[in-house]
């Protein structure tokens, strides 16, 4: 069973920039596409980058140009860099599997964005 670790996340003030990681306990990342989603508090689950086993990133409207999604295969992990940072950011990120067919949620990383 694949196991996703989530880390970077804090509290940074409006404008700011965070940088999230995510490890795999194997090799996943030429395998799978890949993203990165965040849950606010009492909402859904949002996907909000993903990146496929070739490398092709898409993104949701509303990061476009703040956010961008990398990895680093041989270290088994994957990346958000994010800028430019608004409070409604304000959520829990995790990272897991595009599509029907997701690993275990890990616990994920608390991005808290004061105004």
């Known amino acids: 069973q694949v196991q996703l670790v989530e880390s970077g996340g804090g509290l940074v003030q409006a404008g700011g920039s965070l940088r999230l990681s995510c490890t795999a306990s194997?090799?996943?990342?030429?395998?799978?596409?890949m993203g990165w989603y965040r849950q606010p508090l009492g909402k859904e689950r949002e996907l909000v980058a993903s990146?496929?086993?070739?490398?092709?990133?898409t993104y949701a409207d509303s990061v476009k140009g703040r956010f961008t999604i990398s990895r680093n295969s041989a270290k088994n992990t994957m990346y958000l860099q994010m800028n430019s940072l608004e409070p409604e950011e304000t959520a829990v990120y995790y990272c897991?599997?595009?599509?029907?067919?997701?690993?275990?949620w890990g616990q994920g990383t608390q991005v808290t964005v004061s105004s």
């Open positions: 194997e090799s996943i990342f030429r395998r799978y596409t």
């Open positions: 990146i496929s086993s070739s490398g092709t990133t």
């Open positions: 897991n599997r595009q599509g029907p067919l997701r690993f275990a």
